[in-house]
């Protein structure tokens, strides 16, 4: 894909924009008239060509966090993959015609940018793109950051290492599909056991799960086998701490918490995903799109209502964008 010269960059474009909080059927509105960003001096300017959502997208619409949230009007979306067609002056690692990827979004709640990846272009500080994994496509690669950094981030520091047991919950879902892998295939975990409905435990042992708990089924706290981490990426923290050993790790990215277990919320860099490339390159650890996807930029509102329905499987994503 060629880069646009700087000549050809419009000073409007296309975007999904919200100036009220609630749903997205009631509040998100496409607009073909909204400024382009202007990249800072440590920000590129990114031709944006897929974005994919997460949880923490619908949330903020809905106002879950306006007291620390940026002003309205908003444009969402955290994950970006594209192309740059623009450097600020003090960028070192990047140049016009690299295809970069990251979550844009320095801290997840405190203050995310008005403008997000579900516009034509999008501006993000060097630090939080890397450059995209050659052998993963544009949607694949959209569908990677705030997932596969917040399943690392919860793993360090729970001081997951080689040999120790972990169980992951929610095992089907965006972050707990890289929980499974990287669990497996970069900490070299000794187990993983994780949960999910009936219909995707095949799908979790494929990620390198040991063990697949149907959670309609069965309860996992009831197993007599204990974990040295628990996981939970679904919002479980009172069912999860029964499920850790003595002097284990319960770490949770859903609150409320129940001592002992801690919540996290991610800080985006793009080191992370640096650090991963080699995993991603070699297809130890591979990127999941829901089946239902990619969706159109069009149809950005069904992307957001399946979403919400809570029943993705991986990651939904937007593209290609326009």
């Known amino acids: 894909m060629a880069a646009p010269s700087s000549a050809s960059i419009p000073s409007h474009n296309k975007a999904w ?48 966090f306006k007291d620390i949230d940026s002003p309205l009007p908003t444009v969402p979306g955290y994950d970006v993959a594209g192309v740059v067609v623009k450097v600020g002056s003090q960028v070192k690692n990047f140049k016009v015609g690299d295809e970069v990827y990251g979550d844009i979004n320095d801290k997840a709640l405190d203050h995310p940018k008005i403008f997000g990846s579900l ?25 990677l950051p705030l997932a596969i950094e917040t399943a690392y981030e919860g793993l360090e520091r729970t001081g997951f290492s080689a040999g120790k047991s972990i169980l992951v919950l929610g095992g089907a879902g965006g972050v707990g599909t890289h929980v499974i892998q ?65 002097g284990g790790q319960v770490v949770t990215i859903v609150g409320p918490v129940t001592p002992p277990a801690s919540l996290f919320v991610l800080t985006s860099t793009g080191s992370i995903l640096e650090k991963l490339k080699p995993y991603l390159e070699s297809g130890k650890v591979k990127p999941l799109i829901d089946p239902k996807g990619p969706f159109p930029f069009s149809k950005t509102l069904e992307a957001f209502s399946y979403l919400d329905t809570n029943r993705a499987t991986g990651k939904v994503v937007v593209y290609p964008i326009p």
């Open 119 to 143: 516009a034509e272009y999008t501006a993000a500080e060097e630090k939080l793109l890397a450059l995209k994994p050659k052998n993963l496509s544009f949607a694949e690669a959209a569908s």
């Open 17 to 64: 924009v919200y100036s009220e909080y609630g749903i997205a059927a009631d509040v998100l509105k496409f607009d073909s008239n909204v400024a382009v960003p202007q990249p800072k001096e440590d920000q590129v300017l990114i031709k944006v060509v897929a974005s994919s959502l997460n949880p923490v997208d619908s949330k903020r619409m809905r106002g879950f």
């Open 182 to 246: 990287l669990a497996k295939h970069v900490f070299g975990a000794s187990k993983v056991a994780a949960t999910a409905s009936t219909a995707k435990l095949e799908l979790l042992k494929s990620l390198g799960a040991d063990l697949a708990i149907d959670y309609t089924k069965e309860n996992f706290e009831d197993l007599p086998e204990k974990f040295d981490v628990v996981y939970d990426a679904v919002g479980q923290c009172d069912r999860a701490v029964k499920a850790v050993k003595e």
